[in-house]
């Protein structure tokens, strides 16, 4: 498998502006004019006061001296100082001499504001992906931004699809212990324990670990893969109570390319509860009654509902699929399926799954 796309810059606010980066806590953008950046001849780790790292490139804080020294006094660092992001940049290890030796005007300095402590929304930047030799494993990393003083943990997601004309992409849940960790369910229908989600604790940081892919997809070749990821704040209950279940603190996006897929819209006929027949007042064991019923009938997804501002994956079922999913008879066609959702009820938060009728756009 080789990982030849990435996509990347994500948050639950959507797309966030390649021009704004983050170090620690603290927030940077590049200054409003990109001509401003500096080639160093000598290598820029060797002055400067290093304040961090940062999508943008190591930031540090240089004189006008030091960057003088940097240029060998060429003229185009004249009167300027203050801080810096080193972006590009070549460094070969010599071995006779054991050291990193940098190759002369790779790099640029690129002058940088400081907008203070970050807010907002997690940020994932700088998304890299590729096959481990001699296994079947990617390594993945990218940088995460958060902000610590809404939460000190943020939720991962990690998202695969074979190709950039696939419009259904797969969540990726066999990721290695270490940085990440696993948040798990007991599955009733295997007897163990499965990962649900992913957490990263901590500080904002360059997140690396490995997705183990021959055990989810064991006889995949590609080369147009791409890999999308996800950084989620924990969503509480509102005025207290506790953290909402996982499934819930998402960003809204549900791995489906909508833009690419068919389109429907609700007809006048009623939803119906989804049930699993051994748990059927639960709606989470009923989700994932649904979803292992869709996967072991191998029933494609065929487009989405958008209802109310949510998109809704819709599935072609038979008669029979729906006696199976919710114990009574129904009629074949199209369904949106809602997953598991939470509702007020009487202000008091309750949860169901149900699916509803649908027709073409």
Request: proline share 4%.
């Amino acid at each position: 498998m080789k990982i030849k796309k990435l996509l990347l810059i994500l948050s639950t606010l959507g797309l966030v502006s390649s021009l704004f980066s983050q170090s620690g806590n603290k927030s940077y953008k590049l200054t409003d004019d990109v001509g401003d950046s500096i080639t160093a001849i000598e290598d820029p780790r060797a002055l400067g006061s290093p304040i961090g790292d940062s999508p943008l490139g190591e930031i540090r804080n240089y004189s006008e001296s030091e960057l003088d020294t940097l240029t060998k006094f060429n003229g185009t660092a004249a009167g300027r100082s203050g801080l810096f992001a080193i972006s590009g940049g070549n460094w070969t290890w010599n071995e006779t001499t054991y050291t990193e030796e940098y190759t002369a005007s790779s790099a640029k300095l690129e002058p940088v504001e400081d907008l203070g402590d970050f807010v907002g929304a997690p940020l994932v930047a700088n998304v890299s992906a590729e096959q481990v030799a001699g296994t079947k494993n990617v390594s993945i990393g990218f940088w995460l931004q958060f902000d610590e003083q809404k939460s000190s943990n943020v939720y991962i997601e990690v998202w695969f699809r074979e190709s950039s004309n696939e419009v259904q992409w797969e969540r990726c849940m066999e990721i290695g212990e270490g940085i990440l960790t696993a948040q798990t369910y007991f599955n009733p229908d295997t007897g163990s324990s499965e990962p649900q989600a992913h957490t990263k604790s901590g500080s904002s940081e360059w997140v690396q670990f490995e997705w183990e892919a021959g055990t989810e997809k064991p006889n995949f070749k590609g080369e147009d893969c791409q890999i999308r990821v996800m950084a989620i704040y924990p969503k509480q209950y509102e005025g207290g109570g506790g953290e909402l279940p996982v499934d819930q603190q998402g960003s809204g996006w549900d791995g489906y390319e909508v833009e690419q897929g068919n389109k429907f819209v609700r007809t006048s006929a009623p939803q119906v509860d989804v049930k699993n027949p051994e748990f059927p007042y639960d709606a989470w064991e009923a989700n994932l009654y649904f979803l292992a019923h869709i996967e072991q009938n191998n029933i494609s997804r065929i487009g989405t509902a958008v209802i109310d501002g949510k998109n809704f994956p819709v599935y072609g079922l038979s008669a029979d699929d729906l006696q199976a999913v919710t114990g009574v008879a129904g009629t074949a066609g199209n369904y949106a399926f809602s997953g598991y959702n939470e509702f007020l009820d009487n202000g008091t938060i309750s949860h169901e799954c149900i699916i509803g009728r649908v027709i073409p756009q």
